[in-house]
Structure formats: structure tokens, C-alpha cells
């Protein structure tokens, strides 16, 4: 999967999280390895004119930098379990769900990546008919 400029969505992501070079390009990439790591099949990809976005079967989840936080937006989050607590953003729709991670604060890792590990088991389970 190429974009026009000929660069592989990883490439951008790469680049991305290079062009960041603080606290947010570490963030990234740290959910990104996490990501990965969770899901060795995962797909990534690049889509909205520079959103890095992971997928498996359909998206799982986006990583959306901004000013203050770096935003990962599970496509079809309201239909997870969070035990952990770590959805803390986009709370009021019925679809998606986001952990917004903040300069300084510690990713629970296991947590995260057993959330990941949910969304590819959803995103891969054979929808029953009613």
C-alpha cells in the first residue's frame, strides 16, 4: 500500500512520530510498539489526510496527535469491556470510544494491549444473525 508521494503508511507513520520530536512523537510510538506487539497481524495504515490508523479485518483503533494529547480512538470502543478504566475521552457516542494520554503520564501497558487484543477478537468474530 502505497501513498502518492510513494511512501508506505509505516514510512509516514515513522516520519510522523520523527517530525513530532517531543513528548507526543514518544507517546506515539510507544502505542505503537504496544499495538504490534498485541497483534502481530495488525495493519497500518494511513487515512484523513494524516492519521496514523491500525487495523485488523476493520480499524481498531487511530493515533491522533494534538497540542496536549495524543488521542487513540477505538473504532468500535463502546462495544469493549474496559475494566481498566481507560477510556477517558469521547465518552458520549455510541460507536467509538478514546484514551487521550497526556505529557508525563504512564501508559498501562498491559491494560492497553489487552484492550487491543478485545478489539481485534470483536473486529474478527462472525456477527450472528438475529
Not at 497483534?39 to 485488523?56: I, L, Q, S, Y
Amino acid at each position: 500500500m502505497k501513498t502518492k508521494a510513494g511512501e508506505s503508511p509505516s514510512q509516514l507513520i515513522d516520519a510522523r512520530i520523527k517530525e513530532l520530536s517531543d513528548w507526543r512523537g514518544e507517546t506515539l510510538a510507544r502505542i505503537r510498539a504496544l499495538i504490534r506487539e498485541a497483534d502481530p497481524d495488525v495493519v497500518e495504515t494511513w487515512k484523513w489526510r494524516g492519521v496514523p490508523v491500525w487495523e485488523h479485518a476493520s480499524i481498531l483503533c487511530t493515533g491522533e496527535t494534538y497540542k496536549t494529547v495524543v488521542k487513540t480512538t477505538f473504532a468500535k470502543g463502546a462495544s469493549l469491556d474496559d475494566p481498566w478504566g481507560l477510556f477517558n475521552s469521547s465518552l458520549e457516542g455510541n460507536t467509538r470510544r478514546a484514551i487521550d494520554f497526556r505529557e508525563g503520564e504512564t501508559i498501562d501497558e498491559s491494560a492497553f494491549m489487552a484492550l487491543i487484543r478485545a478489539a481485534v477478537a470483536l473486529n474478527t468474530t462472525p456477527k450472528r444473525r438475529s
